[in-house]
C-alpha cells in the first residue's frame, strides 16, 4: 500500500470512530448538534425565524450556512449523522491538498498530527461549528505566501461563521510581505458577508455574537476558573459550580468573581496586542515569513483559549490549523510542542464527556485531571510565546544564528 493510500485510510477510520463516539452514551458529545443545530436549521428552512437575522444569535451569520445544509441532508439521513458526514466531506478537501501525492515528509507528518488530533478530542471536535472551520483555515494557512487573495478571504470566511480564526488574519496582516492583498480580501469578503446580512433584514441582530461573549460569567473548564473550582472542592463559602439556562453551560461563581469576569476581556487584548507588536518588530527587522507565523499564530490562537473566561472543550480544535502548517515548515522543531497539544487534547476528550458528570460533582479525580489540562494549556502558551520572542531577525542570521527555521516544506 502506498503512502498516500495508507493516509486516507487512516482518515477514514478516524472519522468514521469520531462520527460513532459522537452518536454513542446518550450523544452528549455532539448534544449542541443534536439539539441547537438541528432546531435552528428546522427554524430556518421552515422560514419561522432565522437566526443572526430575525432573531438574536451567539454565533457570526455565516454559521448559519453549514448548519443549513446539515438540515436539507438532514432528509435522507438523521441530522446528527449529516452533520458528521459534512464535517468529514470539509476535511476531506483540505487534507487531500495538504498531503498532495504524499511526498513531502512535513506534509505527511503534518496530516498524521491532524488525525491524531481528531481521534485524541473526540465527538466534541467534530460536532461543533470550530469543526468546520478548521479545514477552512488549514487551506488559509497553507495558501498565504503563493495565493494571499484567496488564503485572506478563506480566513475571513471561517472567522465569520466562528470569530477565532480572526487570530490567524491578524498573524498574517503582520507576517506575510503582501499584506495588502491580505487586508484586501478579508475586508472584501466581509463586505459581502455584513451586505447580505443588512439585505436580509439583519441589521439589528449582525454583531449580536460579540454582546453575547463580553457578557459571559467565568466557564468551568477555563483555565482562569481553576480557582474557583479549587475553592469550591474545599467548601469555601461563596465558591460553587452553576448552570446557566440562558447560554446552556456551566460557570463558576466565588470571591470577587465579577472583577475577574470584567477584567478578562481586557487582559484577553491587552495579551494579543502585545503578542501582535512582537510580530511586528520582528517583521521590522527581517524576519521571514516561515520563521514567524507559525510561532506568532500559535500564541494568538492559544492566548484565546489560555486568558479566556470561556473554556468549551471544541477549542482545542483552534490549534490544529497553526499547527498543521508549523509541521509542513519545520517538523523537527515543531515535534515537542504537537506531542503536547495532543495529551491536551486527549485530556480535554476525558473530561468531556467521559469525567464530565464527575467534574460538575467536584470529584478530586475529576478536579485534578481538570487543573492538570489547564495547567498543560498555559505550559503550552508560554512556550510557543518563548518561541516567538526566541525567533531569529534578518541580523541574528546575519551573524550566524544557529536557529533559523528550515524552508522544508514550504507552503
Known amino acids: 500500500m502506498s503512502r498516500r493510500a495508507a493516509l486516507w ?14 452518536l454513542v452514551d446518550g450523544r452528549a458529545a455532539s448534544w449542541d448538534v443534536d439539539q441547537l443545530y438541528r432546531w435552528w436549521a428546522g427554524t430556518t428552512i421552515r422560514g419561522d425565524a432565522i437566526p443572526g437575522l ?9 454559521a448559519l450556512v453549514p448548519i443549513v445544509l446539515a438540515g436539507f441532508l438532514g432528509a435522507a439521513v438523521d441530522y446528527t449523522l449529516a452533520w458528521g458526514l459534512l464535517v468529514t466531506a470539509a476535511d476531506a478537501v483540505a487534507f487531500g491538498i495538504l498531503i498532495g501525492a504524499a511526498r513531502s ?4 507528518v503534518a496530516a498524521l498530527f491532524w488525525l491524531a488530533a481528531i481521534l485524541a478530542l473526540g465527538g466534541v471536535g467534530m460536532y461543533r461549528l470550530d469543526a468546520i472551520t478548521v479545514p477552512v483555515a488549514i487551506l488559509g494557512c497553507l495558501w498565504l505566501v503563493g495565493r494571499p487573495w484567496l488564503a485572506s478571504a478563506l480566513l475571513a470566511a471561517a472567522t465569520w461563521i466562528k470569530v477565532w480564526p480572526a487570530a490567524l488574519l491578524l498573524a498574517a496582516v503582520i507576517a506575510v510581505r503582501r499584506r495588502g492583498a491580505i487586508i484586501g480580501a478579508g475586508a472584501a469578503l466581509s463586505a459581502v458577508v455584513v451586505a447580505l446580512a443588512l439585505s436580509a433584514g439583519g441589521a439589528t441582530h ?3 455574537f460579540v454582546g ?3 457578557t459571559r460569567g467565568l466557564q468551568l473548564e477555563a483555565p482562569v476558573s481553576s480557582v474557583y473550582v479549587l475553592l469550591a472542592l474545599a467548601g469555601s463559602s461563596g465558591a460553587a459550580v452553576y448552570y446557566d439556562p440562558d447560554i446552556v453551560t456551566f460557570q463558576v461563581t466565588g470571591p470577587n468573581v465579577d472583577v475577574v469576569i470584567a477584567l478578562m476581556t481586557p487582559l484577553l487584548v491587552l495579551v494579543a496586542a502585545a503578542l501582535a507588536a512582537v510580530g511586528a518588530v520582528k517583521v521590522a527587522r527581517g524576519t521571514r515569513f516561515v520563521s514567524l507565523f507559525p510561532p506568532l499564530a500559535l500564541s494568538l490562537v492559544l492566548a484565546l483559549i489560555a486568558v479566556n473566561k470561556v473554556g468549551s472543550p471544541q477549542y482545542m480544535v483552534w490549534i490544529i490549523a497553526p499547527f498543521v502548517l508549523a509541521l509542513v515548515v519545520d517538523r523537527r522543531a515543531w515535534a515537542a510542542p504537537a506531542l503536547l497539544a495532543l495529551v491536551m487534547t486527549a485530556a480535554t476528550q476525558v473530561l468531556f464527556p467521559w469525567a464530565y458528570d464527575a467534574l460538575l460533582a467536584l470529584q478530586p479525580a475529576a478536579v485534578a485531571l481538570l487543573l492538570g489540562r489547564n495547567l498543560l494549556e498555559v505550559v503550552l502558551f508560554a512556550w510557543i510565546v518563548a518561541r516567538l520572542v526566541a525567533v531569529p531577525t534578518a541580523a541574528r542570521v546575519a551573524a550566524g544564528d544557529p536557529r533559523p527555521a528550515s524552508p522544508e516544506g514550504h507552503p
Open 105 to 108: 515528509r512535513g506534509r505527511v
Open 9 to 22: 485510510c487512516g482518515f477514514a477510520l478516524v472519522h468514521a470512530l469520531v462520527i460513532v463516539l459522537g
Open 206 to 208: 449582525l454583531l449580536g
Open 54 to 62: 430575525t432573531m438574536e444569535w451567539i454565533y457570526p451569520p455565516l
Open 212 to 214: 453575547d461573549q463580553t
